[in-house]
């Protein structure tokens, strides 16, 4: 197959011998970890560019904030994309733009020139899941389908866990300029490698355009991202106007796409696939998920480098085993999907995340180092467990013309799942220690601001673990999916 040609109709390539899909899988992978490494890179770097640049903390935020903010607006569209282009096009283009952007991370002078890197690096990062995941539903069938996503998990589940602590090494010893640099020459690679290899999998449709959509869209994702997130960095938290009037615009647009989505005969985003049982069970319990994942990998470490007195560097290398572990379960986790199903890992994969979360909800000043370790460990094994086999099942339930539909949604909720858990829970965090903190006597002592934070941190993982049954219950209702076409729905 050339470069320029088609492949026939939803023909799954890894059954053609004539196609290597090895190179394929290769090409996305390597430009995935590196882009969506960049997720959580900085976030151990904040401090450090707030000193760089000699800006406040509310600026600063915006490294992370404005990073979810674009993929929010972007990843909706990616479903229009995916149809008007290849996959070698979506592919070759995304990876640039993340490249172009990284360079000018590296190179930025200016903290404003440094978050036009950013955001040029989030538009590549946010079209480069739904590509890999339409891609791989693409070339592989049902049964084999769990293998594969392990490995796509791996990249989205391990790549930005290592993040925090890579970037706490990388800040230390060579500078927060390295932290891009060091990207560089992968992505550089991994364009290079895909000119060479990747071949077109894709339709091209080119279907309808409609602009009032992508406005809805934009305005709707955009705003209800930017005011999660401007929550979490305000003072008066969802009190602030600037958070509570850009949530209601952002749901009014939301609903109003939604509508629209409804109405029109070659929708922007086909809100269709949640008519596939598995599918919406699927988002529940990914929704859940990420943002439980949230709730420690922002809460923790600064419940670490708070009460527990830790370093940066310290406080992300505790976290690494957990990351490994999950890394590497991803695929064994996939293995197992395709030959046990999803029951057998959804559901001891929920209790589990229920105890951890439950024992996590007693972390103190005096809990040992091991126990957060092994707490850790224990959080990230039932993710992997739970997270991509939701996935793929249920991915797998829908028809093909709506699998860039299907990515588009779930990835589209990965930014905004995120925004509203971390604005959620650090507000709550917040509100905990600063009610504490008004009643006590001593307000400026460090150990009572220590106790009121610990506080904070107990109801956080009260909250997690309270979504957590949710999953647990969910879980229970899995079964093995298989696709369904439209007309077969409707008729049930």
């Given at each position: 197959?050339?470069?320029?040609?088609?492949?026939?109709?939803?023909?799954?390539?890894?059954?053609?011998?004539?196609?290597?899909?090895?190179?394929?899988?290769?090409?996305?992978?390597?430009?995935?970890?590196?882009?969506?490494?960049?997720?959580?890179?900085?976030?151990?770097?904040?401090?450090?560019?707030?000193?760089?640049?000699?800006i406040s903390l509310t600026s600063v935020q915006w490294m992370a904030t404005?990073?979810?903010?674009?993929?929010?607006?972007?990843?909706?569209?990616?479903?229009?994309?995916?149809?008007?282009?290849t996959t070698r096009q979506m592919f070759l283009a995304t990876m640039i733009?993340?490249?172009?952007?990284?360079?000018?991370?590296?190179?930025?002078?200016?903290?404003?020139?440094?978050?036009?890197?950013?955001?040029?690096?989030?538009?590549?990062t946010g079209l480069l899941i739904p590509i890999i995941f339409n891609t791989?539903?693409?070339?592989?069938?049902?049964?084999?389908?769990?293998?594969?996503?392990?490995?796509?998990?791996?990249?989205?589940?391990?790549?930005?866990?290592?993040?925090?602590?890579?970037?706490?090494?990388?800040?230390?010893?060579?500078?927060?300029?390295?932290?891009?640099?060091?990207?560089?020459?992968?992505?550089?690679?991994?364009?290079?490698?895909?000119?060479?290899?990747?071949?077109?999998?894709?339709?091209?449709?080119?279907?309808?355009?409609?602009?009032?959509?992508?406005?809805?869209?934009?305005?709707?994702?955009?705003?209800?991202?930017?005011?999660?997130?401007?929550?979490?960095?305000?003072?008066?938290?969802?009190?602030?106007?600037?958070?509570?009037?850009?949530?209601?615009?952002?749901?009014?647009?939301?609903?109003?796409?939604?509508?629209?989505?409804?109405?029109?005969?070659?929708?922007?985003?086909?809100?269709?696939?949640?008519?596939?049982?598995?599918?919406?069970?699927?988002?529940?319990?990914?929704?859940?998920?990420?943002?439980?994942?949230?709730?420690?990998?922002?809460?923790?470490?600064?419940?670490?480098?708070?009460?527990?007195?830790?370093?940066?560097?310290?406080?992300?290398?505790?976290?690494?085993?957990?990351?490994?572990?999950?890394?590497?379960?991803?695929?064994?986790?996939?293995?197992?999907?395709?030959?046990?199903?999803?029951?057998?890992?959804?559901?001891?994969?929920?209790?589990?995340?229920?105890?951890?979360?439950?024992?996590?909800?007693?972390?103190?000043?005096?809990?040992?180092?091991?126990?957060?370790?092994?707490?850790?460990?224990?959080?990230?094994?039932?993710?992997?467990?739970?997270?991509?086999?939701?996935?793929?099942?249920?991915?797998?339930?829908?028809?093909?013309?709506?699998?860039?539909?299907?990515?588009?949604?779930?990835?589209?909720?990965?930014?905004?799942?995120?925004?509203?858990?971390?604005?959620?829970?650090?507000?709550?965090?917040?509100?905990?220690?600063?009610?504490?903190?008004?009643?006590?006597?001593?307000?400026?002592?460090?150990?009572?601001?220590?106790?009121?934070?610990?506080?904070?941190?107990?109801?956080?993982?009260?909250?997690?673990?309270?979504?957590?049954?949710?999953?647990?219950?969910?879980?229970?209702?899995?079964?093995?999916?298989?696709?369904?076409?439209?007309?077969?729905?409707?008729?049930?």
């Open positions: 197959m050339s470069h320029n040609e088609q492949p026939k109709k939803y023909e799954f390539l890894s059954e053609d011998p004539n196609v290597k899909i090895a190179p394929i899988i290769v090409s996305l992978i390597i430009g995935a970890f590196f882009a969506v490494l960049n997720e959580t890179l900085l976030n151990i770097a904040l401090t450090t560019l707030m000193k760089e640049f000699d404005g990073f979810m903010l674009v993929m929010g607006v972007v990843i909706p569209i990616s479903a229009l994309l995916l149809q008007w282009f733009t993340f490249t172009i952007g990284t360079i000018i991370c590296a190179a930025a002078p200016l903290f404003s020139v440094l978050l036009i890197g950013r955001f040029l690096q989030a538009i590549g791989f539903l693409l070339i592989f069938p049902p049964r084999r389908r769990g293998a594969v996503m392990g490995i796509i998990g791996l990249v989205i589940m391990f790549a930005p866990a290592i993040g925090p602590t890579l970037s706490g090494v990388i800040v230390e010893h060579l500078g927060w300029r390295y932290l891009f640099i060091t990207v560089i020459p992968f992505a550089l690679f991994s364009i290079a490698f895909a000119y060479k290899y990747l071949v077109n999998v894709s339709e091209v449709t080119k279907p309808k355009i409609d602009i009032i959509s992508i406005i809805f869209s934009t305005i709707g994702f955009g705003g209800v991202v930017f005011g999660f997130s401007s929550a979490g960095g305000e003072e008066a938290g969802f009190l602030a106007p600037i958070a509570y009037l850009s949530i209601i615009i952002g749901v009014i647009s939301l609903l109003l796409f939604s509508i629209r989505q409804f109405k029109l005969d070659e929708p922007i985003l086909d809100l269709r696939v949640f008519k596939f049982p598995m599918y919406s069970l699927g988002v529940i319990m990914f929704v859940i998920i990420i943002m439980a994942m949230f709730a420690s990998e922002i809460i923790l470490p600064v419940f670490m480098q708070g009460p527990l007195a830790l370093s940066a560097a310290t406080a992300g290398l505790i976290l690494l085993p957990g990351s490994l572990i999950n890394g590497l379960l991803s695929p064994v986790m996939g293995h197992a999907f395709d030959k046990f199903g999803p029951r057998l890992l959804m559901i001891p994969g929920s209790i589990l995340l229920s105890a951890t979360l439950f024992i996590m909800m007693r972390l103190d000043m005096s809990t040992p180092t091991w126990v957060i370790v092994v707490s850790y460990i224990l959080l990230m094994i039932s993710i992997a467990a739970i997270m991509m086999p939701a996935e793929t099942n249920g991915l797998n339930q829908l028809p093909k013309h709506l699998y860039p539909h299907g990515t588009a949604v779930m990835t589209t909720l990965q930014p905004v799942a995120g925004a509203i858990g971390v604005s959620v829970f650090i507000s709550i965090m917040n509100a905990r220690q600063n009610n504490l903190l008004a009643k006590a006597t001593n307000p400026t002592n460090p150990e009572v601001i220590n106790g009121a934070m610990v506080a904070g941190v107990e109801l956080v993982y009260m909250i997690a673990f309270i979504l957590s049954l949710g999953a647990l219950v969910a879980s229970f209702f899995v079964y093995r999916s298989v696709p369904i076409e439209m007309e077969d729905l409707s008729k049930k």
